[in-house]
């Protein structure tokens, strides 16, 4: 199988380095373009294969991970932005590769509309966001991309290829989680529903309660998650579940005092003390748990689901079997209970159903996500070793945009279907245009 070899490119744009929210990865691509349309995007991607370099798509730079640098062609999708069409009869929004999360979830606002679950941020762009496997948390209702309903793609050649479950179905299957191996998303189709009300019931909780009401939580809501404050016994859950209103927002001030001030002000002073001065983390983190107070409210899906996130941070993520989190989750309490590590970020654990999408987290099985995460700054590699060692020991999958260190052999265990996308991509990109040092190390060459 050949291979694209980088050489020297036609003059472009001068070159610049591109560094991620978190800091974690810098590149100097070749040259960076930003085509305004569809055709334009298939000429640069043909134009690249010409010169002999390799092509990545960037957003907004939310992945721990290089997943999407390149020393060659760095796509900037900032022109592809905004809602192509709405199908009312079908329900369905189509919707340009770099539209962020947010101009969608207002347009559709707009429009009566809404997503029926995403994340807890919204910065990222539709495509970097689907690509990866960003989630939120639901019973049954799964990660963005297993509410796409139809993709663009642009080809290692430079060919528009359209899929869905009719059209071009092995890539559809494939593509919604394609780690930007499969080619260039450029546009993306969603499946929406009419905008409802959801309500919030926010309550701190004991971490021994949580684990022992586990799975009671998640039957009984539609959405339920919570977050550890390590060396506490302390959590704090959220229940999210429809709601026939009315409409009952936080006000303005308790919202503001939760969500800046606790939330993102004092919790970025917690954590830059936390990091000069490390043995005062656990007193700390006592405090930070009981900050937050009960609460409950109600508003549109977006405003519910989603919070702002201002203070930075690096984050190792791990799907687990559902049945296999409370476990997971008591070992890794034990660990740093029996370790030197001091950890000022809580940990975040979620749900999802099980999904049909070859690469996803939740493919085939019900999922439990826990999230780890470190102030940006901070030494995270002996934290996040240990619990990379437990969540593998429970078959666990990593988050394609977090920080991590499996590998193709893992992975192909770890996924039933990963020889199935891994004869997808050889079809599609035999040449490995869209190649990268990640992608050799978690798809093989």
């Not at 959220?238 to 927002?249: I, Y």
């Not at 930070?288 to 201002?310: E, G, H, M, Q």
Request: proline share 6%; net charge neutral.
């Amino acid at each position: 199988m050949s291979r694209t070899a980088s050489r020297p490119g036609r003059p472009g744009t001068a070159r610049s380095t591109w560094r991620n929210w978190a800091g974690t990865v810098s590149v100097t691509p070749v040259r960076e373009a930003r085509p305004a349309s569809v055709a334009e995007l298939a000429e640069e991607v043909r134009r690249a294969a010409e010169d002999g370099l390799r092509v990545k798509t960037v957003g907004t730079g939310h992945s721990f991970t290089a997943v999407a640098a390149t020393d060659g062609v760095l796509i900037r999708p900032d022109l592809l932005t905004g809602i192509r069409s709405v199908d009312r009869s079908a329900m369905t929004v189509t919707v340009e590769s770099g539209t962020p999360l947010k101009r969608l979830n207002e347009a559709l606002a707009r429009e009566g509309l809404s997503l029926t679950n995403m994340g807890d941020i919204m910065e990222q762009t539709v495509a970097g966001a689907t690509s990866t496997g960003t989630h939120g948390t639901g019973r049954e209702s799964a990660s963005i991309a297993a509410q796409i309903r139809g993709l663009e793609l642009v080809t290692a050649g430079g060919e528009v290829l359209t899929c869905s479950e009719k059209e071009n179905p092995e890539v559809f299957a494939a593509a919604r989680i394609g780690l930007g191996a499969l080619g260039v998303v450029s546009a993306i189709t969603f499946a929406v529903e009419p905008v409802f009300l959801l309500t919030a019931r926010e309550e701190p909780m004991p971490f021994d309660r949580v684990l022992s009401e586990f799975d009671a939580l998640h039957a009984e809501n539609e959405h339920f998650e919570f977050y550890w404050f390590p060396h506490t016994a302390n959590c704090n859950t959220k229940r999210n579940n429809r709601s026939a209103g009315p409409a009952a927002p936080p006000g303005r001030v308790t919202g503001w005092i939760e969500d800046e001030l606790l939330s993102n002000g004092a919790f970025h002073a917690a954590c830059s003390l936390g990091r000069a001065v490390p043995a005062a983390i656990p007193a700390i983190a006592r405090v930070s748990s009981r900050a937050l107070s009960a609460r409950t409210y109600t508003d549109i899906p977006y405003k519910v689901f989603t919070s702002p996130r201002r203070v930075r941070f690096v984050e190792m993520e791990y799907a687990v079997p559902r049945e296999a989190a409370v476990a997971a989750l008591r070992e890794l309490r034990a660990m740093v209970e029996r370790s030197p590590l001091r950890i000022s970020f809580p940990v975040e654990v979620r749900t999802a159903p099980a999904d049909d999408i070859a690469l996803s987290t939740a493919s085939g099985r019900e999922t439990a996500y826990i999230a780890v995460h470190m102030y940006r700054g901070t030494p995270y590699r002996a934290y996040f070793s240990a619990v990379e060692r437990i969540m593998t020991a429970h078959g666990g999958r990593p988050h394609w945009g977090k920080i991590h260190t499996r590998d193709a052999g893992y992975l192909a265990e770890a996924y039933p279907r990963f020889g199935e996308f891994a004869a997808l991509r050889d079809r599609l990109d035999p040449d490995r245009l869209f190649q990268n040092a990640y992608l050799r190390r978690v798809l093989g060459d």
